[in-house]
């Protein structure tokens, strides 16, 4: 009795994560039912292996963690198939212009806000409701680097390998991407705290 008490409490977690499971798989392999599937391998393997988490990390973490996997072997499954789109190399974007002087300094109103303790904003659910829409208003490109790097925990090098993209432009990239998730949540979640 016990067990069924787990089994369907783990269900339910589970079924709790899906949703950012699809927008992030979608994300990166840009067809909904590739992105179905790999979810619901990602889900059934968190199920099977539910005595394998320890808690060292958060639970929805740890499932994030088995959708990387599954999300990788479903771009290389793409590219076995020729149904790959690779990234476009060209981005043009004038976000950085504004944001820093001639000589490479801030401008000053465009310096970082202070954010508090990273340990109590990531304990801040609004936060992270912010960020996933931040992470969405991204362009495509810019957010399936920035995720791959900074979500999925993949090099630079392994990004280059996986995406088609020379290592300079993944780079600019990044930097872009970080910029825009700094304005972005700056804008929705440090103006609404202080509010």
Wanted: glycine share 6%; proline share 3%; charged share 30%.
């Amino acid at each position: 009795m016990l067990h069924q008490a787990s089994s369907f409490e783990n269900q339910k977690r589970l079924e709790a994560v899906r949703p950012r499971l699809i927008a992030f798989a979608r994300l990166h392999l840009r067809n909904a039912t590739l992105a179905e599937d790999v979810v619901q391998e990602a889900l059934l393997t968190a199920h099977e292996k539910a005595n394998d988490f320890e808690g060292r990390s958060g639970y929805e973490t740890w499932v994030f963690g088995i959708l990387k996997y599954k999300i990788l072997d479903g771009l290389r499954a793409q590219k076995r198939q020729g149904t790959w789109q690779p990234m476009n190399d060209d981005i043009s974007d004038d976000l950085l212009d504004h944001l820093f002087q001639e000589n490479g300094r801030w401008q000053p109103n465009a310096r970082p806000s202070r954010w508090g303790e990273p340990d109590a904003v990531f304990e801040n659910e609004h936060f992270w409701q912010v960020f996933d829409a931040c992470m969405i208003a991204l362009p495509d490109n810019i957010a399936r680097v920035f995720s791959l790097r900074e979500l999925m925990g993949l090099s630079t090098q392994d990004i280059c390998k996986e995406t088609g993209l020379k290592e300079n432009n993944c780079w600019v990239i990044l930097h872009r991407a970080r910029l825009r998730l700094r304005t972005c949540i700056e804008r929705g979640w440090l103006q609404e705290e202080s509010s």
